[in-house]
């Protein structure tokens, strides 16, 4: 009598027809999110001006807590998501929206529609900042393919210096048209201007979240290179400029609201690559939960530091920042 062969069972696969995916919800997830839940509680209860003192209390908590509580979630979670589409476009993990110039494009279109009609409303602004988002992140792909990058370095290298470009340009319009002021608040990136009836346009980013989602794969594929890309029967060009007009969406929206976030779109992605590796479609839900949760964690940081005053939230961003870039690079160089 002879023994049938030991059959070995194959492993899963993340993603592709008829192949096991990766579970989205998990109770590290699960875990993570009660975590990110906890810091939001923390951030509607703090404040200078107590909540409880009946119907001023509850006015200042609907018109200023709860709004800004919100506008810490859809940004911190776009931006975050922003980031790992510039990532994947680019082939590159250092890229982001602060890195390739586009919030500085958004604005500069931000600027320019206030300089041509100083009443515009909200949602003309956001436009300009959208519209100057898209082109100058096409710009700088325009940009890449003309360049030969022997180092992944010179991607956010060139992106830096475009966006120093287009920010001295900001910087001059601003100073003829005496508006350097009102472009340093704008950019300074804080939600104390966030309260009910000014941020209910970050609602639209929402829209870029679960485009996405539904995105993930196709973005997945942009990722492997156009030849790939194009072999697995997907369009490259018209995939890309979705991703790029998403970016831009996000980038402008926020960048009117809110103001520029820096390195978020760096941080979160790398760091949930790090620990979880590179299937997109599951790793959308972490880099969503620990956007908003870093977001949030440095609002907390700006509004307690020097209480009873606020210092900008991009500050604490751009020194956490700055100091995983440096780090992200360093290892880079260890790794040859």
Known sequence: MTSSPTRVRPEPRASGPGRTRARLLTPGLAVASLVV?????????????????GDAGRELFLGVRVPRTIALILSGAAMSMSGII???????????????GT?????LG????????????????????VVAAFVGTMLFFLLLSRLSLRSS??????????????????????????MLQSLGIWFQGSFTSVYTGQYEILWIVAGVVVAVVLLADRLTAVGLGEDI?????LNYRLTVL??????????GVVAVVVGSLPFLGLVVPNIVSMLRGDDLRSNLPWVGVCGIGLVTACDLIARTAISPFEIPVAVVLGVLGAAVFLGLV????RRG
């Not at 839940?37 to 003192?53: F, H, N």
């Not at 010179?154 to 048209?177: K, N, Q």
């Not at 890309?229 to 029967?233: I, V």
């Open 37 to 53: 839940v906890a810091l939001l509680l923390v951030s509607l209860a703090t404040g200078e001006y107590s909540i409880l003192t």
């Open 242 to 251: 979705a991703a790029t007009g998403l970016v831009a969406i996000a980038t």
């Open 86 to 100: 510039m990532q994947l476009v680019t082939q590159n993990r250092f890229a982001e929206p602060t890195t390739t």
């Open 103 to 107: 919030t500085e494009w958004a604005g």
């Open 330 to 333: 360093l290892l880079r160089t």
């Open 153 to 178: 370095l010179l991607v956010p290298i060139v992106g830096m210096m475009l966006g120093s470009v287009v920010s001295a340009i900001s910087t001059f319009v601003a100073l003829e048209t005496n």
């Open 229 to 233: 890309a194009t072999s697995l029967g």
């Open 110 to 129: 931000l600027l320019t529609v206030m300089a041509i009609a100083p009443g515009a409303s909200v949602h003309t602004r956001m436009v300009g900042a």
